[in-house]
């Protein structure tokens, strides 16, 4: 169909849609990629018609009653608002209800357009999964009352699994979402969307871990130089882009140049990013303000709005003078202005502080305990702080006093608030560690914050516990279940390793954990939709063994990872499945071993396998070399053995250690011994 008011087009998947064409009142799309007949979505979410604004007029205030107090009448200027979403990608399923949330929201707000900073879906996948999950987003975005602009992110263009095409996902997000980098006009002021995903100039490889692939191809460059000096008579200029490449680091300083560009354009107001899941105003730089947003819908460690660690929607009043920025979550309106770096250092601190027993109390074959905790309460800030502090158990039959309390502590200082614990026994599978759960309320500018401290769950070490019969193995069901290794009891030295196990998987979908101490430092074993890889952190960056071959469901097989100094190899069932090259010192970190898991920015365990796990060693050798070799049905500790967990039946909440390093594991979430699976 054609018409003055619209045309249909196809997509290549015979899906129909209307695109209105009501020339000349209608906003251009400004790129290089290609004809805008090749993105269809791209001009679906893109064209929005504007009508001409009749001259402005002084209002005046009408009364009946004597002006004893002057009212200032409204600004008769161009304002509208446009909102900004940010990422949706890496938390639950339930993470899009939030972005249906904030949908609902928005079109009650009623902005003239919706911006994004990118992720969109969750993608690393191949293109049956990424469709779907493109198609569930877009039915999503379809219900907004506005027209909404989407920023590319590496969820929405890396791809992971077989038959990687050259541009990886590109042509995929150009079909469905429109281009890659475009700019378009509104109301006197022009919106620039850039692509930080292009890839290392000379490899094609996309990663924003290495700044050799963050950088700005000389296309992408000229085009933006172009669209700035095109809109040297705009009021404003807005620029959208998915990484915060002006942060540096690990995403190098190629923004120096991109940013010289926007300061000598005379006219850029604000730049706007996504990826690191968390609200920080990164303050005004040469008259331009930067701004990075946290999530809708995306993975969050935990809802805490002090850390910016929230679900919002940002709102944008545009006025010739300037601009206002608030942020909106649920029940809430923060200025983002106060997410300083000093704020966030405030928080930080806070949250270090959480209330911590001092004392590792003994735990006998009995399970008994009777002992009393100091728990220090301090106050990192200048301002008098609040603790909370609640304990919360599994297990009723721990005694403990007091079991809750309020502490207000003056700036600077500290106090040590003595808790009585008891547990009558016996050390049976019901048998957990209680732990606290505190929040503080801290004072950080004009208000009050609630800051959820991190969990600290109470600590004891089994003296002579031993093993109640032959064996079993650990079961797990996925997420946080995992046994946990105090980093402490496994003190590996720089060098060689060999991290190994006896696995049963029943589920490895999506990216999961079988054992690390991962988080861009130390080591894992961990696969990608069922494919086994073993990563060592060398010299500031992972090197990764990795295999093609997906391990088997339901059945027993033995893992290795091994690191030799200049050579990472990954085996299975005694089988060389991987190699590459690696050598420098390995970054470490004071995070636990997790077995079944992987740890979170926080250490606590996340991402984990579903299955059974048996007969964990970590060794401080490179236990095997060559094409092949005979996994032991049994493993055995030797000298070179850190930890050796064999998953025997269960005593409480242990996992105990076959060495003489007592270096047992606790047993985490619904991570549990089932003595019926056995490898005989």
Not at 226 to 236: F, P
Not at 314 to 337: K, Q, S
Not at 417 to 424: A, K, V
Request: hydrophobic share 40%; proline share 7%; with cysteine.
């Amino acid at each position: 169909m054609d018409s003055l008011t619209g045309r249909t087009i196809a997509n290549s998947m015979g899906e129909w849609y209307m695109i209105l064409t009501v020339p000349p009142q209608r906003d251009e799309i400004c790129h290089n990629r290609g004809m805008l007949e090749t993105s269809t979505i791209g001009l679906v979410l893109a064209l929005t018609v504007v009508s001409p604004e009749a001259p402005a007029t002084a209002n005046e205030i009408l009364t009946s009653r004597e002006r004893l107090l002057p009212l200032t009448t409204p600004l008769e200027d161009d304002a509208f608002l446009f909102a900004v979403y940010g990422d949706r990608t890496g938390g639950p399923a339930e993470g899009i209800d939030v972005l249906k949330q904030a949908v609902r929201d928005t079109n009650l707000i009623d902005p003239d357009l919706v911006m994004t900073v990118g992720d969109l879906v969750q993608g690393y996948n191949t293109r049956p999964e990424w469709i779907s999950q493109m198609t569930e987003y877009r039915n999503v975005m379809a219900n907004l009352e506005c027209p909404w602009f989407p920023v590319a992110g590496n969820h929405d263009v890396y791809w992971r699994g077989p038959g990687r095409p050259a541009d990886e996902h590109e042509s995929d997000y150009e079909a469905f979402f429109g281009p890659l980098w475009y700019a378009f006009d509104h109301k006197g002021c022009r919106f620039i969307v850039l692509y930080t995903d292009e890839g290392h100039p000379e490899t094609g490889v996309k990663t924003f871990s290495k700044p050799e692939a963050q950088r700005m191809s000389a296309a992408q460059r000229s085009w933006l130089q172009s669209v700035l000096d095109t809109a040297a008579d705009k009021r404003h200029v807005f620029v959208f882009c998915h990484h915060p490449r002006w942060r540096e680091g690990r995403y190098g300083d190629d923004w120096r140049s991109v940013h010289r560009m926007l300061k000598e354009a005379g006219n850029v107001t604000a730049v706007f990013g996504g990826h690191v899941h968390r609200m920080l105003h990164d303050g005004v730089i040469d008259g331009i303000e930067y701004q990075t947003l946290a999530t809708v819908g995306g993975r969050l460690p935990e809802i805490n709005i002090a850390e910016g660690h929230l679900h919002h929607v940002n709102l944008v009043m545009v006025r010739d003078a300037g601009i206002a920025i608030a942020a909106i979550p649920v029940g809430d309106v923060i200025d983002p202005r106060g997410m300083t770096a000093a704020h966030m250092a405030m928080v930080d601190r806070v949250t270090a502080a959480s209330p911590r027993g001092s004392l590792q109390f003994e735990v006998g074959p009995s399970g008994r305990v009777e002992a009393e905790v100091p728990v220090r309460l301090t106050n990192p800030t200048t301002a008098p702080l609040t603790w909370t502090l609640e304990v919360e158990t599994d297990d009723p039959r721990w005694g403990i006093r007091p079991d809750h309390l309020h502490e207000t502590i003056a700036a600077g200082e500290e106090v040590i608030i003595p808790f009585r614990i008891t547990h009558e026994g016996p050390l049976d599978a019901a048998w957990r560690f209680p732990r606290f759960a505190s929040s503080a309320l801290m004072q950080s500018g004009d208000r009050q914050w609630t800051v959820t401290a991190r969990p600290h769950a109470l600590s004891g070490r089994p003296v002579g516990v031993t093993a109640a019969g032959p064996g079993g193995s650990l079961r797990l069901t996925g997420g946080s279940d995992a046994v946990l290794v105090d980093d402490a009891r496994i003190p590996l030295p720089d060098g060689p390793l060999t991290l190994e196990a006896w696995i049963r998987p029943s589920d490895l979908s999506g990216r999961r954990a079988l054992m690390a101490k991962t988080e861009s430092s130390e080591y894992g074993i961990f696969a990608s939709d069922w494919r086994p890889e073993f990563h060592v952190w060398l010299d500031g960056g992972y090197r990764t063994a990795s295999s093609e071959t997906p391990l088997e469901p339901d059945v027993w097989q033995h893992v290795a990872g091994v690191y030799d100094g200049s050579e990472l190899r990954l085996y299975v069932d005694g089988l060389l499945v991987g190699s590459v090259e690696g050598s420098g010192a390995r970054g470490t970190n004071d995070f636990p071993l997790i077995v079944g898991g992987d740890p979170n920015e926080r250490g606590g365990p996340q991402s984990g396998m579903a299955g059974h796990l048996d007969d964990l060693r970590l060794s401080s050798v490179a236990r095997y070399a060559g094409a092949s070799f005979t996994p032991d049905h049994a493993l055995v500790a030797d000298e070179e053995t850190l930890v050796l967990l064999p998953f025997g039946s269960a005593r409480g909440p242990f996992a105990l250690d076959a060495t003489s390093n007592n270096a047992y594991g606790t047993l985490h979430g619904r991570a549990a011994i089932d003595e019926t699976a056995t490898r005989d």
